[in-house]
C-alpha cells in the first residue's frame, strides 16, 4: 500500500462527512449504497484501511458493471480494478452501521463516484458504457406467507426500501422510502389484497403520490433455501394504461440478493438498448412546446441534460415554444428513449418537424 493510496482513502474518509452527512435521496447511477465491509488486523487502524481498501474496490467493481455490458468488460480487460484505481474514481463516501474493536472493522459504505473520472476511465481503455438511467418505477413488494400476504413490512419490504436501487440505472424507488407526514408515503392508499388483485386505481394513486409513471407489483415467496419472484409492471401513459411482465427470479440468497437480480436483469436490457458505440454525432432541428414558463424550463432541463446529448443550442423563443438545435450521439429512437426517461416526448409533427413536448 502506497501513502499515496493511505492519503486517498483517509481523505474520502474526511470528505465524507461534508459531502454524504445523510443518506443520498437523489438519484445517482455515481451512487453505489450497500457495500458490506468487514477487515481483521493486528490493531485498529490497519484493519479499518484494509476493510475501507476492500469495499472502495467492490464499489467500484460494482459501478463499473452497472454502467457497462459483460462482453465489453471482457474484451477491454476489466476484469479487476486496483486499489488505487478504484480511490482515484471516488469523490465521496459514506460510512453506518459502524462496528469496530482492537483487530476488526465492520460497516455498510456508500460511494458516491466522481462523474468525469469515471468517464475517463472508460474512455481511456476504449470501453462503451451507459450513464442514462430509465424512468423510474415504484416497488410495491407482497410477501407471501404461510399466514397470507404482508406488504408494509417483513424482509421484502425493506430489502427494496433499504437497498438503494433507485441509483440502478433502472430505477427501482422502495415503497415506504420516504416520509408521508410521519409514516411511511402512501400508507393508507393500498392493501396486500389491492396490490395482489392488480387494483388499478390504487396503484394510480401510489404513482400519483410518488410522482411515478410506473407501479411494478413484485410477489416473493421463500422456501427452501430459495426465494422465488414474479412481477407485473404497470405504466400509465397518456394513451392509456400498459403491462408489462418482469423475469421471475428463483435462486439462492436473501431477500435483497432476489432484489438485485431482478434490478440488473432490468438494467442489462435498458443498457442493450442506450449503449452507443464509437463517437459519430448527429444534429437535429427541433421545437420545443411549452404552455408555461415552469414547463419550458423542465423540458429545456430534460434536453441540456440528456447524457447523449452532447450540444442544444436555443435558435429562438415565443412564449409558446423554441427552437433548438440538438447535437447528440446515438440512434434518434436512443435519444427519444433517453428523453423519454427524463420526462419528454421526442415526436415527428406533421406541421412542426420534430419536436420536444412533456411526457404528461
Not at 465524507?16 to 468487514?38: F, H, K, M, N, W
Not at 458504457?129 to 416497488?139: D, G, H, I, R, T
Request: one cysteine or more.
Amino acid at each position: 500500500m502506497t501513502l499515496r493510496l493511505v492519503q486517498m482513502i483517509t481523505g474520502a474518509v474526511v470528505l465524507a462527512a461534508a459531502c454524504l452527512a445523510a443518506p443520498a435521496q437523489a438519484r445517482s447511477p455515481y451512487t453505489v449504497v450497500g457495500v458490506e465491509i468487514d477487515a481483521t488486523a493486528d490493531n485498529a487502524f490497519e484493519a479499518q484501511r484494509r476493510a475501507m481498501s476492500d469495499g472502495q474496490v467492490r464499489g467500484a467493481q460494482r459501478l463499473i458493471a452497472r454502467m457497462t455490458l459483460a462482453e465489453d468488460r471482457d474484451a477491454a480487460g476489466l476484469g479487476t480494478i486496483s486499489a488505487e484505481q478504484a480511490a482515484g474514481l471516488i469523490a465521496a463516501l459514506r460510512m453506518s452501521n459502524e462496528q469496530r474493536s482492537a483487530t476488526r472493522y465492520r460497516g455498510d459504505l456508500t460511494l458516491q463516484f466522481d462523474p468525469r473520472a469515471v468517464r475517463d476511465y472508460f474512455t481511456q481503455r476504449d470501453v462503451a458504457y451507459v450513464e442514462s438511467q430509465a424512468a423510474p418505477v415504484l416497488v410495491v413488494p407482497v410477501l407471501e406467507g404461510e399466514s397470507g400476504d404482508s406488504l408494509w413490512s417483513g424482509a421484502w419490504y425493506d430489502a427494496w426500501r433499504q437497498g438503494g436501487f433507485q441509483h440502478a440505472l433502472t430505477p427501482f424507488i422502495g415503497l415506504g422510502s420516504r416520509d408521508g407526514g410521519g409514516e411511511p408515503l402512501g400508507r393508507g392508499l393500498i392493501s396486500a389484497d389491492e396490490a395482489r388483485r392488480m387494483d388499478e386505481s390504487a396503484l394510480r394513486a401510489l404513482a400519483d403520490a410518488y410522482g411515478v409513471d410506473s407501479v411494478a407489483v413484485i410477489l416473493a415467496r421463500a422456501g427452501g433455501g430459495q426465494v422465488r419472484t414474479v412481477g407485473v409492471v404497470v405504466t400509465f401513459g397518456p394513451d392509456g394504461t400498459t403491462r408489462e411482465d418482469l423475469p421471475s427470479v428463483a435462486g439462492a440468497g436473501d431477500f435483497r440478493e432476489a432484489a438485485r437480480r431482478i434490478v440488473e436483469r432490468r438494467e442489462d436490457d435498458w443498457k442493450r438498448r442506450s449503449v452507443v458505440r464509437g463517437g459519430e454525432q448527429a444534429e437535429l432541428p427541433v421545437t420545443i412546446v411549452f404552455s408555461t414558463l415552469s414547463e419550458w424550463r423542465a423540458l429545456q432541463g430534460a434536453v441540456a441534460g440528456a447524457s447523449l446529448v452532447q450540444s442544444a443550442r436555443l435558435d429562438a423563443l415565443s412564449r409558446t415554444g423554441a427552437a433548438m438545435m440538438l447535437s447528440h450521439r446515438g440512434a434518434r429512437e436512443q435519444l427519444a428513449s433517453e428523453l423519454n426517461a427524463r420526462g419528454a416526448r421526442l415526436e415527428n409533427d406533421p406541421e412542426l418537424g420534430w419536436t420536444v413536448r412533456s411526457r404528461r
